[in-house]
C-alpha cells in the first residue's frame, strides 16, 4: 500500500485548506485510515481517522467542529478538510492506513501500517 499526501501549504489564521491522501496498492485488509501531524520539535500526534467500510469517523478534541474527514472508496482516496485554522494547527500532515485498528486504537501512531511522506501546512498571518 502507498499512500500519497498533498494540499499543504500557507494560510492565514481563520483560513481553510483541504488536504488528500491517494492510496495505491492492496487496500482491502486496510480497515482504517487516519491522518497525523506533528510541528517542529513536538511528537506525531493523532488528528482524525475515518473507516473504510461504514464512513465511521474519529476526531482529537482539538480540531473537533474545524476539521472533517472523510473518504472516497470508489477514488481510493480520503480527505481533511480544514477550517477555521490556527497557528497551532501548524505542522507536517501525514496520512496513513492501518489493517487491525479499533476504536480502541485509532490514535495510535504505532497501530498503522502504512504512512504517506507528509505535506507542510503553515497557518501564520
Known amino acids: 500500500v502507498q499512500l500519497q499526501a498533498s494540499g499543504g501549504g500557507l494560510v492565514q489564521p481563520g483560513g481553510s485548506l483541504r488536504l488528500s491522501c491517494a492510496a495505491s496498492g492492496l487496500l482491502v485488509n486496510r480497515n482504517t485510515m487516519g491522518w497525523f501531524r506533528q510541528a517542529p520539535g513536538k511528537e506525531r500526534e493523532f488528528v482524525a481517522g475515518?473507516?473504510?467500510?461504514?464512513?465511521?469517523?474519529y476526531y482529537d478534541d482539538s480540531i473537533k467542529g474545524r476539521f472533517t474527514v472523510s473518504r472516497d472508496n470508489a477514488k481510493s482516496t480520503f480527505n481533511l478538510q480544514m477550517n477555521s485554522l490556527k497557528p497551532e494547527d501548524t505542522g507536517v500532515y501525514y496520512c496513513?492506513?492501518?489493517?487491525?485498528?479499533?476504536?480502541?486504537?485509532?490514535?495510535?501512531?504505532?497501530?498503522?501500517?502504512?504512512w504517506g511522506q507528509g505535506t507542510l501546512v503553515t497557518v501564520s498571518s
Open positions: 496513513a492506513a492501518g489493517a487491525r485498528i479499533i476504536s480502541s486504537t485509532v490514535t495510535l501512531a504505532s497501530a498503522y501500517d502504512n
Open positions: 475515518i473507516k473504510w467500510t461504514n464512513g465511521a469517523s
